[in-house]
């Protein structure tokens, strides 16, 4: 790697030499700046961590109390070694968080994840100059756009409409960290029926609600009675419960799944989902495409997903642009 | 369109059968008659002829997007559906317009581009991308792609019919047999109550097929209420004499007329009135000839002289549905094999499959065994007091086929595989040792369970070594072990030999790749005639 770059690949996440510190190591480090709370950017064994103040009920939650934690306020810069560090809006869940950092090689920004879409529970992606645009890419290719929010929202709505109608409880598996709590913001006062919350979800469903966000109501699923048949009712769940013994207490249930994984018909068969609702909080490619004209960069990192095709597009539109792996960052160098 | 596209987001949006069944009866129900018709076509299973080619497809989805044709690749490889590929790219459609019916878009907007030059089928494909959206585009780019699988049956769709009708579901399956024709009247036959006038003279009976039997034939009961046969590896076909015409369908429902000449001029030896079930094989002094040599025939509408004498082939009847111009399938096999022994006369090109003579259970493996120096896939056990049926009910028909051979081979290089494994690494290579490397001599794409499908998705993700277009090359590591059918020389492939039917057996992680077997252990079985190991 040439000596004249900001950041680098090292333990899963980037090192930036001047500043001797990491962003989303997924091995423990003296020093992490961490965009957002999501397993494959936060884990714990830092010793320090720098994460935007509004993410950090929810980082805590997540990683554990272990170390030092420092709250940072979005667009208020701050030094760390040679660097002037800035966090901004990520637009991607509650305190997610892109980087801008500054040193006498440039200005280098990194996306942890981002989305251009609105999303009542976080404040809305901004963009910010910089020479080097290091940016998501998990949905980096043209078939991935987004429709918009409002009309999923209605497709879910109309889903649980129709379930109501045949008495089938409507089972919707989503991320439990984010997704969850977008939809429940966006059903908040439109609810046709009661919300069941499985255990993995509940925690962070009120990390969200002590920082005063309005979530539709909802009930743990263990409260419910014994033979209760959820018929008329929404219950969210991770997909992990898919196919699992807790699935038995929904006889009859109509079965969806929230990602933006779901705009590709196959991907949505193979998981056998009645349903697919295309709704992400990822950028989609267009989100893409204009977040780098937006960030003004000359030279177009791409990272988190399978980049290559976005950088081969940029190129073409006469840009800088590369596809780092940072996994590989994280095999030592010895091993196969 | 509008109706049918939603028939096919109700069909989409559940795995349920009875859903989807009552979606089916909806959509018959309340259909134009020739809408319905060309949907009964479609989810049957058959398609339009291509009109339109899918390299010109890709430039014009590449002019309409404006992105490269090398992304448009990608995505394809993602999304593993061209017609859905497409669709997804495209600017969205104007959904607020008025669009045909299924029947005008195929028979006025669709059939016609054969006639138009190359710029008018552009423009009139691309002006239909911008006036349909949602499902109906995604479904006209499948009707331009031609497969056409939505997660319905055949059967299903039957089902659907006969309950409309109000008719039992296996006249409808007959109804559909042979020439059967996309049209308004014909849909309004189809759902009409039961006569016996509606059928042409051409029309085959639906195909009775045997269940694979998976645990001893001692399991069946008496074997005196047995017939057992040998299961001959053709093409399985159904012979109809009527009116003094023959005619000849395969179980594909395909008029193979004019195909095989010396089999129709024997036929004209029965007498008229009569359909038997048999098994066309390449065939010659009292043997069959291996499947390879039936191949050269199977592509051939009008065989020359030297094909017709290179490669004979017979029609070797075993069942008979029809005597004297009455459907005798409800009689027991007993009976209508009596038919059929008084139906034919042998020639060379028309013969009565004997059944084999048994009279203890225990003497069936070792003529199992013995399958494969006869040329035949294994044996044939059916009960002889049962009813010719339709489709694959099981219990009176069971074939018990020979074990397949087997082998150990290196995965080598991984494809993504198309619709429900699409963006997936499902299609696989596999090699052999010859001296110091490994050589490709199999692609295979079934056999293995979805967690080890996504676990070795995720090992080929890690461990690609180049890429070739969609194919990645991969480090030999794993170990499979592979079953096949049997094997011929093949001066194509790199191995000199071509594997039939390779499939995945299981995953041997108990082997590392010195163990994989060698192309000479292979070539071995070549020499034998494939006969034994």
């Given at each position: 790697?040439?000596?004249?770059?900001?950041?680098?690949?090292?333990a899963?996440?980037?090192?930036?030499?001047?500043?001797?510190f990491?962003?989303?190591?997924?091995?423990?480090v003296?020093?992490a700046?961490v965009?957002?709370?999501?397993?494959?950017h936060?884990?714990s064994?830092?010793?320090?961590?720098?994460s935007?103040?509004?993410g950090?009920?929810?980082?805590?939650?997540r990683?554990?109390?272990?170390g030092?934690?420092?709250?940072?306020?979005y667009?208020?810069?701050?030094?760390?070694?040679?660097?002037r560090?800035?966090?901004f809006?990520?637009?991607?869940?509650?305190?997610?968080?892109?980087v801008r950092?500054?040193?006498e090689h440039?200005?280098?920004?990194?996306?942890?994840?981002?989305?251009r879409a609105?999303?009542?529970t976080?404040?809305?992606?901004?963009?910010?100059?910089?020479?080097?645009?290091?940016?998501?890419?998990?949905?980096?290719l043209?078939?991935?756009?987004w429709p918009?929010?409002?009309?999923?929202?209605?497709?879910?709505l109309?889903?649980?409409?129709?379930?109501?109608?045949?008495?089938?409880p409507?089972?919707l598996?989503?991320?439990a960290?984010?997704?969850?709590?977008?939809?429940?913001?966006?059903?908040?006062?439109r609810?046709p029926?009661?919300?069941?919350?499985h255990?993995?979800?509940?925690?962070?469903?009120?990390?969200y609600?002590?920082?005063?966000l309005?979530?539709a109501?909802?009930?743990?699923?263990s409260?419910?009675?014994?033979?209760?048949?959820?018929?008329?009712d929404?219950?969210?769940?991770p997909?992990?419960?898919?196919?699992?013994?807790?699935?038995?207490r929904?006889?009859?249930?109509?079965?969806g799944?929230?990602?933006?994984?779901?705009r590709?018909?196959g991907?949505?068969?193979?998981r056998?989902?009645?349903?697919?609702?295309v709704?992400?909080?990822?950028?989609?490619?267009?989100g893409?495409?204009?977040?780098?004209?937006d960030?003004q960069a000359?030279r177009?990192?791409?990272?988190?997903?399978?980049g290559?095709?976005?950088?081969g597009?940029?190129?073409e539109?006469g840009l800088q642009?590369?596809s780092?792996?940072?996994?590989?960052s994280?095999?030592?160098?010895?091993?196969? | 369109?509008?109706?049918f596209?939603?028939?096919?987001?109700?069909?989409?949006?559940?795995?349920?059968?009875?859903?989807?069944l009552a979606?089916?009866?909806?959509?018959?129900?309340s259909?134009q008659?020739?809408d319905?018709?060309w949907?009964?076509?479609?989810l049957?299973?058959?398609?339009?002829?291509?009109?339109?080619n899918?390299?010109?497809?890709?430039?014009w989805?590449a002019?309409?997007?404006?992105?490269?044709a090398?992304?448009i690749?990608?995505?394809?490889?993602q999304?593993g559906?061209?017609?859905?590929?497409?669709?997804?790219l495209?600017?969205p459609?104007?959904?607020?317009?008025?669009t045909?019916?299924l029947?005008?878009?195929?028979?006025?907007?669709?059939?016609?581009?054969?006639?138009?030059?190359?710029?008018?089928?552009?423009?009139?494909?691309?002006?239909l991308?911008?006036?349909?959206?949602?499902?109906?585009r995604?479904?006209?780019?499948?009707?331009?792609?031609?497969g056409f699988?939505?997660?319905v049956s055949?059967?299903?769709?039957t089902?659907?019919?006969?309950?409309v009708?109000?008719v039992?579901?296996?006249?409808?399956?007959?109804?559909?047999m042979?020439?059967?024709?996309?049209?308004?009247?014909a849909f309004?036959?189809?759902?009409a109550?039961?006569?016996?006038a509606?059928?042409?003279t051409?029309t085959?009976?639906?195909?009775?097929?045997a269940?694979p039997?998976?645990?001893?034939?001692?399991?069946l009961?008496?074997?005196?209420?047995w017939?057992a046969?040998?299961?001959?590896?053709?093409?399985?076909a159904?012979l109809?004499?009527?009116?003094?015409e023959?005619?000849?369908?395969?179980?594909?429902?395909?008029?193979m007329?004019?195909?095989?000449?010396e089999?129709?001029?024997?036929?004209?030896?029965?007498?008229d009135?009569?359909?038997?079930?048999?098994?066309?094989l390449?065939?010659?002094?009292?043997?069959?000839?291996p499947?390879a040599?039936?191949?050269?025939?199977i592509g051939r509408k009008?065989?020359?002289?030297?094909?017709?004498k290179n490669?004979?082939?017979?029609?070797?009847?075993?069942?008979?549905l029809?005597?004297?111009?009455?459907?005798?399938?409800?009689?027991p096999?007993?009976?209508?094999?009596q038919?059929?022994g008084?139906s034919?006369?042998?020639?060379?090109?028309?013969?009565?499959a004997?059944?084999i003579?048994?009279?203890?259970?225990?003497?069936?493996?070792?003529?199992?065994?013995?399958?494969?120096?006869?040329?035949?896939?294994?044996?044939?056990?059916?009960?002889?007091d049962?009813p010719y049926?339709?489709?694959?009910?099981?219990?009176?028909?069971?074939?018990?086929k020979?074990e397949?051979?087997?082998?150990?081979?290196?995965?080598?290089?991984?494809?993504?595989?198309h619709g429900?494994?699409?963006?997936l690494?499902?299609?696989?290579?596999?090699?052999?040792h010859?001296?110091?490397?490994?050589?490709?001599?199999?692609?295979?794409?079934?056999?293995?369970?979805q967690?080890e499908i996504?676990?070795?998705?995720?090992?080929?993700?890690?461990?690609?070594?180049?890429?070739?277009g969609?194919v990645?090359?991969?480090e030999?590591v794993?170990?499979?072990?592979?079953?096949?059918?049997?094997i011929?020389?093949?001066?194509?492939h790199?191995?000199g030999?071509?594997l039939?039917f390779?499939?995945?057996?299981?995953?041997?992680?108990?082997?590392?790749?010195?163990?994989?077997?060698?192309?000479?252990?292979?070539?071995?079985?070549?020499?034998?005639?494939?006969?034994?190991i």
């Amino acid at each position: 790697m040439a000596s004249n770059h900001v950041l680098v690949p090292d333990a899963g996440g980037l090192y930036c030499p001047a500043g001797d510190f990491w962003i989303d190591p997924l091995r423990a480090v003296p020093r992490a700046v961490v965009t957002h709370a999501h397993a494959d950017h936060a884990r714990s064994g830092a010793g320090q961590y720098f994460s935007a103040r509004e993410g950090l009920p929810v980082l805590t939650h997540r990683v554990g109390t272990t170390g030092e934690f420092n709250p940072v306020e979005y667009g208020e810069p701050f030094r760390l070694g040679q660097t002037r560090v800035t966090l901004f809006p990520a637009g991607h869940i509650l305190g997610s968080a892109t980087v801008r950092v500054e040193s006498e090689h440039g200005t280098w920004g990194v996306s942890g994840d981002f989305k251009r879409a609105p999303d009542p529970t976080c404040t809305p992606f901004q963009p910010f100059t910089c020479d080097v645009w290091l940016s998501e890419c998990t949905f980096g290719l043209p078939v991935y756009r987004w429709p918009p929010t409002e009309q999923v929202v209605g497709e879910i709505l109309d889903w649980w409409h129709g379930c109501i109608e045949a008495k089938r409880p409507a089972v919707l598996f989503c991320y439990a960290l984010g997704k969850a709590q977008r939809l429940l913001a966006e059903l908040a006062g439109r609810a046709p029926g009661p919300i069941w919350l499985h255990g993995a979800m509940q925690p962070l469903t009120d990390c969200y609600r002590e920082q005063g966000l309005v979530l539709a109501d909802t009930r743990p699923v263990s409260a419910a009675a014994k033979g209760y048949r959820f018929g008329q009712d929404l219950i969210l769940a991770p997909p992990s419960a898919a196919g699992s013994p807790w699935m038995r207490r929904f006889p009859k249930h109509s079965s969806g799944f929230i990602s933006g994984w779901m705009r590709i018909r196959g991907h949505r068969r193979r998981r056998g989902y009645d349903r697919g609702f295309v709704l992400s909080d990822h950028a989609d490619w267009p989100g893409l495409i204009d977040t780098v004209a937006d960030m003004q960069a000359q030279r177009v990192i791409t990272i988190h997903g399978n980049g290559e095709a976005l950088a081969g597009f940029l190129r073409e539109q006469g840009l800088q642009a590369e596809s780092w792996n940072l996994r590989t960052s994280l095999q030592t160098p010895s091993s196969p | 369109m509008k109706a049918f596209a939603h028939l096919f987001d109700r069909l989409d949006r559940t795995t349920g059968t009875n859903a989807k069944l009552a979606a089916l009866v909806d959509y018959f129900r309340s259909a134009q008659a020739m809408d319905a018709a060309w949907a009964v076509q479609f989810l049957t299973g058959k398609r339009l002829k291509r009109l339109v080619n899918t390299r010109e497809l890709r430039a014009w989805t590449a002019m309409a997007t404006g992105l490269p044709a090398w992304l448009i690749e990608d995505s394809y490889e993602q999304v593993g559906d061209l017609a859905e590929t497409m669709h997804l790219l495209l600017p969205p459609g104007h959904s607020d317009r008025d669009t045909p019916g299924l029947a005008d878009l195929v028979e006025e907007q669709i059939q016609p581009l054969k006639t138009l030059s190359d710029e008018q089928r552009r423009d009139a494909v691309m002006s239909l991308w911008q006036t349909l959206d949602g499902s109906e585009r995604f479904l006209f780019n499948k009707l331009l792609t031609g497969g056409f699988r939505v997660g319905v049956s055949k059967r299903l769709v039957t089902r659907a019919l006969a309950e409309v009708a109000g008719v039992d579901s296996t006249l409808i399956t007959h109804r559909l047999m042979g020439r059967w024709q996309p049209t308004a009247a014909a849909f309004e036959a189809l759902v009409a109550p039961a006569s016996e006038a509606d059928l042409d003279t051409a029309t085959p009976y639906p195909f009775f097929l045997a269940s694979p039997l998976e645990a001893e034939p001692a399991s069946l009961g008496l074997a005196h209420e047995w017939q057992a046969e040998w299961k001959w590896d053709g093409i399985r076909a159904q012979l109809i004499r009527r009116g003094g015409e023959t005619y000849i369908w395969s179980r594909g429902e395909e008029l193979m007329s004019g195909r095989f000449p010396e089999i129709e001029a024997a036929a004209e030896s029965l007498p008229d009135g009569v359909v038997l079930d048999g098994e066309i094989l390449a065939w010659r002094d009292r043997q069959p000839l291996p499947f390879a040599v039936l191949q050269k025939r199977i592509g051939r509408k009008k065989p020359g002289p030297t094909t017709l004498k290179n490669a004979p082939v017979c029609f070797l009847a075993y069942d008979c549905l029809e005597w004297q111009g009455k459907d005798v399938r409800t009689l027991p096999l007993g009976q209508r094999l009596q038919h059929l022994g008084h139906s034919m006369s042998q020639s060379s090109a028309l013969q009565h499959a004997r059944p084999i003579d048994f009279s203890h259970w225990r003497e069936l493996p070792a003529l199992r065994d013995s399958a494969r120096e006869r040329g035949v896939e294994g044996l044939m056990l059916k009960r002889l007091d049962s009813p010719y049926r339709v489709g694959r009910t099981r219990g009176d028909w069971w074939k018990w086929k020979v074990e397949p051979y087997t082998f150990d081979g290196v995965l080598i290089y991984a494809q993504p595989g198309h619709g429900r494994r699409s963006g997936l690494f499902t299609d696989y290579t596999f090699a052999v040792h010859d001296q110091d490397a490994l050589v490709p001599v199999a692609k295979a794409y079934s056999g293995l369970t979805q967690k080890e499908i996504d676990r070795l998705d995720r090992w080929i993700r890690n461990h690609t070594r180049e890429r070739f277009g969609p194919v990645r090359s991969v480090e030999p590591v794993h170990v499979f072990e592979l079953a096949f059918e049997g094997i011929q020389a093949s001066p194509r492939h790199k191995s000199g030999i071509a594997l039939r039917f390779p499939r995945i057996q299981r995953w041997r992680e108990d082997l590392q790749v010195r163990d994989a077997d060698h192309l000479d252990d292979l070539k071995r079985l070549l020499k034998s005639g494939g006969k034994a190991i």
